[in-house]
């Protein structure tokens, strides 16, 4: 090979000095984000409360066993959901009796209106002394997936037997927590003499299991005909997540902003019938199972960094650990790589696409018939960045059979994003409480709800929906939901009360704005 010419040489040395310089200067750039955003420390959250009664938790001994006795008692209600048709009511019909029961001062106080709604769900109304304060809602729900005996650790999903330090039950993470957390809450706020400056709603459905038509849709559309505007709404949703994510050094108070859309679609084939001893090229059930092959092999398109997703990970930044702490404050140069690793898990890759999940499936009537027809039901979780139009189009593309029929037995598109600012009053209540009542939380940054809950029905109120369970979430808690060993420790539910109980004193302050705190300092 012939000797490179001086000419040649220097202009490679030249172009090797560049290069070397822009990357040098690429990684201070990237180091510099990422150390620019380090948080500074605990900043304020709400500012001197001036002149503001405020009474302490510190809750005593029997008022901690009198809580988890509630909890326990409302747990043994079953108040199973099974289909729309098809609802424990005789349980349902017993909690209105049980919480009147348990939270006396609740259903005594002349500043609280209670009302049934729907036959089984329950509004209240508490008038708050200060009628110039827009009122918020605290929203729960009281119903509950059916459980089995079957490999739990606990005879009974519905004992609420406590082991280890743990109340086992199903409803004890979803939703019975929230429902007795509120009104515990306000029972210990009455019993120390306080009545709240802001007015205030607290919703507790029925049938949220169900889509929530008949109770909190009912609830929703009664306030609204009161003309009622909320100044934020708070459901369940989000929790505190604790070793959950990886890197993260410390606890994070993980609020959601939004909650995904969802198409439920039957698909079916129809075709037909014969004696198999002649069978066609293709049956119904050939057919169909090629075109959800499809579905689940050519999954929806990855959307990160196009929903409110990709916030979550920016002001989580500066609690990564070393080299995280790089990679997540500089998505405009990781977020193809950060996406592809989050695709990993089923939890992670829910939050940066739409989902699919086939879920049933029915074909055939006898061992020697051609099926004459076979259907199957698909579950669709819709992300953000898309619409119920646009899935539904590339559902279309994707199967690329007209054999296949496709229906929308029910659709939504995935809610409003709400607001994450310094200005906005609830998030800078969220953000105060979590100071007090959980100083080991790092930070608090948005999350998308990958799941639905009744704030859905709540859009014509506020456009300030934010859903976020106050309880520290462990890696083994996720296959709870709806799962084998659902569970709560007496001391998250203790946290949870206390959380309640300072949040509706914090809202009580009248705020002025704060502009020169992030969010993500706690």
């Known amino acids: 090979m012939a000797a490179l010419s001086p000419r040649l040489r220097k202009a490679l040395c030249a172009a090797l000095l560049v290069l070397c310089a822009v990357t040098g200067v690429l990684l201070v750039v990237l180091v510099a984000r990422a150390y620019a955003m380090k948080p500074a420390g605990p900043a304020p959250g709400l500012g001197a409360r001036k002149g503001e ?53 609740v259903f005594s106080a002349p500043f609280i209106q209670h009302e049934v709604v729907g036959e089984y769900s329950h509004l209240f109304t508490i008038q708050g002394s200060d009628p110039q304060l827009q009122p918020y809602m605290l929203l729960a729900h009281i119903d509950v997936v059916p459980a089995s005996p079957t490999g739990w650790d606990v005879d009974d999903p519905f004992s609420a037997e406590e082991r280890d ?20 809450a306000l029972e210990f706020l009455l ?13 507790l459905g029925h049938d949220e299991e169900l889509d929530g038509q008949k109770g909190a849709v009912k609830i929703a559309a009664e306030l609204e005909s009161r003309g009622v505007k909320l100044s934020f709404l708070l459901d369940e949703g989000m929790f505190i997540l604790d070793g959950v994510v990886t890197g993260l050094k410390r606890p994070a108070a993980i609020i959601a ?50 929903g409110p997703e990709i916030m979550m990970f920016e002001q989580l ?20 790589i950060v996406s592809r690793i989050l695709e990993q898990t089923p939890a992670t890759n829910a939050m940066v696409r739409t989902t699919t999940a086939i879920t049933m499936f029915h074909a055939g009537v006898k061992s020697n018939v051609i099926p004459p027809s076979a259907t199957a039901t698909v579950n669709f979780r819709i992300h953000p960045a898309q619409t119920v139009a646009e899935v539904l189009e590339i559902i279309e593309k994707t ?33 105060q409480t979590i100071l007090d009542v959980f100083p080991d939380v790092g930070s608090m940054a948005p999350g998308i709800c990958i799941g639905n809950t009744d704030s859905r029905h709540f859009t014509n ?15 083994d808690d996720m296959p709870r939901f709806h799962g084998l060993n659902e569970r709560i420790s007496v001391e998250s539910f203790e946290k949870q009360v206390e959380f309640l109980f300072q949040l509706i004193q914090n809202s009580d302050i009248d705020l002025s704005p704060n502009p020169h705190v992030a969010f993500h300092e706690l």
């Open 53 to 105: 009664r405020r009474v302490e938790a510190a809750f005593s001994p029997q008022e901690r066993r009198d809580l988890k006795e509630a909890l326990k008692g409302a747990i043994r209600l079953q108040t199973v959901s099974f289909a729309p048709d098809d609802q424990n009511t005789t349980a349902l019909a017993e909690f209105g009796p049980y919480i009147r029961k348990v939270f006396p001062a």
């Open 317 to 336: 930044a500066p609690e990564f650990s070393f080299p995280l702490n790089i990679i997540m404050a500089n998505l405009w140069l990781f977020a193809p």
């Open 461 to 475: 109120l506020t456009n300030a929906i934010y859903r976020f369970n106050p309880v520290v979430f462990k890696p």
């Open 399 to 431: 199967i690329d059979d007209k054999r296949v029929k496709i229906e929308a037995e029910s659709a939504f598109d995935p809610l409003p994003v709400s607001p994450w600012d310094n200005q906005t009053f609830g998030l800078r209540v969220f953000r």
């Open 257 to 306: 902003i939004t909650e995904k859309g969802a198409i439920t679609a039957n698909l079916s084939v129809t075709m037909v019938p014969g004696h198999s001893s002649a069978p066609p090229k293709r049956t119904s059930i050939g057919i169909l199972s090629e075109a959800l092959s499809r579905l689940e092999q050519q999954p929806m398109p990855n959307m990160f960094g196009k």
């Open 191 to 203: 019993r120390r003499n306080y009545r709240p400056r802001r007015s205030f709603y607290i919703g």
């Open 165 to 184: 330090g743990f109340i086992y039950g199903r409803g004890t993470l979803d939703n019975k927590n929230s429902v007795m957390g509120i009104l515990q």
